[in-house]
């Protein structure tokens, strides 16, 4: 059970100032070690002691994990160690994809913005409060999951693609890197593999113990986003108990192109609702060529809201997508 | 224990089982791959006793055996096959996401699941009623025969020669047994396994039973499910080595030939379909 203690568990911790050295100590240690960025996500589950690493790689003195820069596509490459307030101010960024920068600008508090990096935003781990609490349940590598019973106190949960685990993807940054298709840089000793951040982020049926297709011996290095979406139309809002330093009850990213009123392409991703970022194809293909309007958007709002699968306590989270893509999508919202 | 199963805390402060440690499956198909080995080296090496391994059978007896033997009825050969496919389904799905092949395997699970369980219902009812029920079942006449084949094989022709096997002989029997009773520990735990899953059939409820209970049937299951692994990988050997593909055509067509009647059984033990009756 999860006691907080004031100091962690002793570990080794190795700071290296490399993209090499850093892939090299990962190979070495592989399964035993823990890489921290911002140490936002990473504190919590030390000092709690549910995870015991016996090395730590601390990425913050890798300064080729930094900064943004252009591409020749008109796109952008973000290291995975900018903090969140880089992105959430960053001038091309707010001019090109401000869908990012709003995201970026609604997560945590001030504070945790200039520490938490987009890396270790799209990395962490879901809030489920029985997994963190240390208790061996699916995503524990256990055979249960306290969250989905009657009893359970389970009002963040999930509303889709619950397979035995009913947590879900706490991330603002992450719908709107698949809304903007954005491409994942990841290295190992192998060499790198870029994958589409829609694929990056995985559901319980594919892997119940992990939220990404990172495996060890894997880095995030950066997230590239390509300038198809640039200057589109974006929306992007988060639903959360308090209105500052929470996680979302549910958020919306969208990023619309119009043309003479009416809708030519969309991309609608709704987080905190499944494990992973839930791109809304069905209400993509729904709305392309039709007017952007209030009928339009009442339809997309009640096609994204079919098949949820709501639990005990997490019911209200229909009504609160069903609105939030319904605002993504109307006329004022995206002008 | 801690190489035989995974524990972990409960909200209770607990210790429970929580399933077998899955580093066993390498086991299984280390074993698997060494019996083959191991076998194959066997048949290639190891001498033939002179005169055979086994007696030989009284010519006017064997006069008496039809052309065509029918050795399985098309009942028998359905169940075979679909629990062969739904027992490779479940296997697949269940060890390829531990090796490392992830892909949403819950579902694809429970169905060759349920698919077996009929699958075994109906091979019950239809052994019960329609076939020889006994003939499956070692008794002692097999340990005879087994101790009997053991010897020849290390004593060569000093040793007696055993008789020629029944419908079965005593290592189908043998196979069989371990199935049954891998099937005994796999099947009713992933029964009660399934509610504690969404699945249209049964209504979830993970507290059915204790952590501890649960947990029992947990290691149950996975433990039975890895010897399940080399089992079929030592039958599937079995079924596409050359001496014993007779056997796997039977299953196949549903009879076997009269050569390879007579060279693997013996007529006064498995009264055939068809035989002609004895002059009296």
Same mark, same amino acid.
């Given at each position: 059970?999860?006691?907080?203690?004031?100091?962690?568990?002793?570990?080794?911790?190795?700071?290296?100032?490399? =993209?090499?050295?850093?892939?090299?100590?990962?190979?070495?240690?592989?399964?035993?070690?823990?890489?921290?960025?911002?140490?936002?996500? *990473?504190?919590?589950?030390?000092?709690?002691?549910?995870?015991?690493?016996?090395?730590?790689?601390?990425?913050?003195?890798?300064?080729?994990?930094?900064?943004?820069?252009?591409?020749?596509?008109?796109?952008?490459? =973000?290291?995975?160690?900018?903090?969140?307030?880089?992105?959430?101010?960053?001038?091309?960024?707010?001019?090109?994809?401000?869908?990012? *920068?709003?995201?970026?600008?609604?997560?945590?508090?001030?504070?945790?913005?200039?520490?938490?990096?987009?890396?270790?935003?799209?990395?962490?781990?879901?809030?489920?409060?029985?997994?963190?609490?240390?208790?061996?349940?699916?995503?524990?590598?256990?055979?249960?999951?306290?969250?989905?019973?009657?009893?359970?106190?389970?009002?963040?949960?999930?509303? &889709?693609?619950?397979?035995?685990?009913?947590?879900?993807?706490?991330?603002?940054?992450?719908?709107?890197?698949?809304?903007?298709?954005?491409?994942?840089?990841?290295?190992?000793?192998?060499?790198?593999?870029?994958?589409?951040?829609?694929?990056?982020?995985?559901?319980?049926?594919?892997?119940?113990?992990?939220?990404?297709?990172?495996?060890?011996?894997?880095?995030?290095?950066?997230?590239?986003?390509?300038?198809?979406?640039?200057?589109?139309? &974006?929306?992007?809002?988060?639903?959360?108990?308090?209105?500052?330093?929470?996680?979302?009850?549910?958020?919306?990213?969208?990023?619309?192109?119009?043309?003479?009123?009416?809708?030519?392409?969309?991309?609608?991703?709704?987080?905190?609702?499944?494990?992973?970022?839930?791109?809304?194809?069905?209400?993509?293909?729904?709305?392309?060529?039709?007017?952007?309007?209030?009928?339009?958007?009442?339809?997309?709002?009640?096609?994204?809201?079919?098949?949820?699968?709501?639990?005990?306590?997490?019911?209200?989270?229909?009504?609160?997508?069903?609105?939030?893509?319904?605002?993504?999508?109307?006329?004022?919202?995206? *002008? | 224990?801690?190489?035989?199963?995974?524990?972990?805390?409960?909200?209770?402060?607990?210790?429970?089982?929580?399933?077998?440690?899955?580093?066993?499956?390498?086991?299984?198909?280390?074993?698997?791959?060494?019996?083959?080995?191991?076998?194959?080296?066997?048949?290639?090496?190891?001498?033939?006793?002179?005169?055979?391994?086994?007696?030989?059978?009284?010519?006017?007896?064997?006069?008496?055996?039809?052309?065509?033997?029918?050795?399985?009825?098309?009942?028998?050969?359905?169940?075979?096959?679909? %629990?062969?496919?739904?027992?490779?389904?479940?296997?697949?799905?269940?060890?390829?996401?531990?090796?490392?092949?992830?892909?949403?395997?819950?579902?694809?699970?429970? %169905?060759?699941?349920?698919?077996?369980?009929?699958?075994?219902?109906?091979?019950?009812?239809?052994?019960?009623?329609?076939?020889?029920?006994?003939?499956?079942?070692?008794?002692?006449?097999?340990?005879?025969?087994?101790?009997?084949?053991?010897? +020849?094989?290390?004593?060569?022709?000093?040793?007696?020669?055993?008789?020629?096997?029944?419908?079965?002989?005593?290592?189908?029997?043998?196979?069989?047994?371990?199935?049954?009773?891998?099937?005994?520990?796999?099947?009713?735990?992933?029964?009660?396994? %399934?509610?504690?899953?969404?699945?249209?059939?049964?209504? +979830?409820?993970?507290?059915?039973?204790?952590?501890?209970?649960?947990?029992?049937?947990?290691?149950?299951?996975?433990?039975?499910?890895?010897?399940?692994?080399?089992?079929?990988?030592?039958?599937?050997?079995?079924?596409?080595?050359?001496?014993?593909?007779?056997?796997?055509?039977?299953?196949?067509?549903?009879?076997?030939?009269?050569?390879?009647?007579?060279?693997?059984?013996?007529?006064?033990?498995?009264?055939?379909?068809?035989?002609?009756?004895?002059?009296?």
């Amino acid at each position: 059970m999860a006691t907080i203690h004031d100091v962690m568990p002793a570990f080794e911790l190795f700071q290296p100032t490399s =993209i090499d050295d850093t892939l090299s100590l990962l190979e070495r240690y592989r399964r035993s070690v823990w890489v921290l960025a911002g140490g936002l996500d *990473s504190f919590d589950w030390l000092k709690d002691r549910n995870k015991r690493p016996q090395v730590v790689i601390d990425l913050s003195g890798v300064d080729a994990l930094r900064g943004i820069k252009t591409l020749p596509d008109g796109g952008v490459e =973000i290291g995975a160690t900018t903090t969140l307030t880089e992105i959430a101010n960053h001038s091309v960024i707010k001019e090109k994809f401000k869908l990012l *920068s709003d995201a970026a600008g609604l997560v945590a508090s001030p504070q945790i913005r200039n520490q938490g990096t987009l890396g270790g935003n799209v990395s962490q781990d879901t809030r489920c409060w029985y997994y963190r609490s240390g208790w061996t349940c699916y995503r524990a590598g256990g055979n249960i999951c306290y969250a989905d019973t009657t009893t359970s106190i389970n009002r963040e949960h999930a509303l &889709f693609d619950a397979n035995r685990c009913v947590a879900v993807s706490p991330s603002d940054t992450a719908p709107a890197l698949v809304a903007l298709d954005a491409q994942m840089v990841v290295r190992n000793g192998d060499g790198e593999r870029v994958v589409s951040a829609e694929e990056f982020f995985i559901g319980p049926a594919i892997d119940i113990t992990r939220m990404t297709v990172m495996q060890p011996g894997d880095l995030l290095t950066a997230i590239r986003i390509p300038a198809t979406w640039a200057g589109a139309k &974006f929306y992007f809002e988060k639903v959360r108990d308090r209105q500052v330093w929470d996680f979302p009850l549910v958020n919306v990213a969208s990023a619309v192109k119009v043309s003479g009123g009416n809708i030519q392409q969309a991309r609608i991703v709704v987080n905190a609702v499944a494990a992973h970022p839930l791109r809304l194809r069905a209400v993509e293909d729904a709305v392309a060529g039709k007017a952007q309007n209030e009928e339009t958007a009442k339809m997309a709002g009640e096609l994204a809201v079919a098949g949820a699968e709501p639990l005990a306590h997490n019911g209200y989270k229909i009504p609160l997508m069903r609105n939030l893509v319904k605002r993504a999508l109307r006329a004022e919202a995206t *002008s | 224990m801690n190489w035989l199963v995974q524990t972990g805390l409960n909200p209770w402060n607990e210790q429970i089982l929580t399933h077998a440690q899955w580093n066993l499956v390498y086991a299984a198909l280390a074993f698997g791959v060494l019996f083959m080995v191991g076998h194959s080296l066997y048949v290639k090496f190891w001498p033939v006793p002179a005169g055979g391994h086994t007696a030989s059978i009284s010519p006017e007896l064997a006069a008496r055996v039809p052309e065509r033997v029918k050795r399985h009825s098309l009942a028998a050969r359905a169940f075979h096959w679909i %629990m062969a496919a739904s027992m490779l389904t479940l296997l697949i799905t269940s060890f390829a996401p531990i090796l490392g092949w992830k892909f949403d395997w819950v579902q694809w699970h429970w %169905m060759a699941g349920i698919a077996l369980t009929i699958s075994i219902i109906y091979h019950i009812i239809h052994a019960s009623f329609w076939l020889d029920f006994w003939s499956i079942w070692l008794n002692k006449e097999d340990a005879n025969e087994a101790i009997t084949r053991f010897k +020849r094989s290390i004593m060569g022709g000093q040793a007696a020669p055993p008789r020629k096997a029944a419908k079965y002989p005593w290592d189908n029997k043998m196979y069989h047994t371990a199935i049954v009773l891998s099937a005994l520990a796999v099947v009713p735990t992933g029964l009660f396994m %399934m509610v504690r899953v969404r699945n249209p059939l049964f209504a +979830r409820n993970p507290y059915l039973f204790a952590d501890s209970t649960w947990g029992v049937m947990y290691v149950l299951h996975g433990l039975s499910g890895i010897g399940l692994v080399g089992l079929t990988m030592a039958h599937i050997y079995f079924a596409i080595r050359p001496e014993k593909l007779w056997i796997t055509k039977g299953m196949v067509f549903g009879d076997i030939s009269k050569q390879d009647f007579l060279k693997h059984h013996d007529p006064a033990r498995w009264v055939v379909e068809g035989a002609t009756p004895p002059k009296s």
